[in-house]
């Protein structure tokens, strides 16, 4: 079982940046592929990226490609998204995500996730 707690959403402004942290609980962090998606208002929830259980492969949203990043710290039990460059269009929940134990496939898909976080707000102004 993993449990996971997002922060650090908020209001900002187009063209400003926000970095996302997920804190997730057990001794197992590193056995699990992390993800982040993200959900607007009225629309369906949407994957953001992946990362490797070592930290050493990612896998972005298009619409995200070079503007966000997605790392780990493995010895913190803690998954990122260092998010550049926010557009309007970013502005939804955000929410981590942890794959199955031991399952190396970096997936966009939310049903190969069975860990949720509860999400964090982010805002960006126009």
């Known amino acids: 079982q993993v449990e996971l707690v997002e922060s650090g959403g908020g209001l900002v402004q187009a063209g400003g940046s926000l970095r996302l942290s997920c804190a997730a609980s057990?001794?197992?962090?590193?056995?699990?592929?992390m993800s982040w998606f993200r959900q607007a208002p009225g629309k369906e929830r949407e994957f953001v990226a992946a990362?490797?259980?070592?930290?050493?492969?990612?896998y972005y949203a298009d619409s995200v490609k070079g503007r966000f990043t997605i790392s780990r710290d493995n010895a913190k039990n803690t998954v990122y998204l260092q998010m550049n460059s926010l557009k309007p269009e970013d502005t939804a929940v955000y929410y981590c995500?942890?794959?199955?134990?031991?399952?190396?496939?970096?997936?966009?898909?939310?049903?190969?996730?069975?860990?949720w976080g509860q999400g964090t707000q982010v805002t960006v102004s126009s």
């Open positions: 995500a942890a794959g199955v134990s031991r399952v190396s496939r970096l997936s966009s898909r939310s049903d190969e996730y069975p860990y």
């Open positions: 057990g001794r197992t962090f590193s056995n699990h592929v």
């Open positions: 990362i490797s259980r070592s930290g050493g492969s990612t």
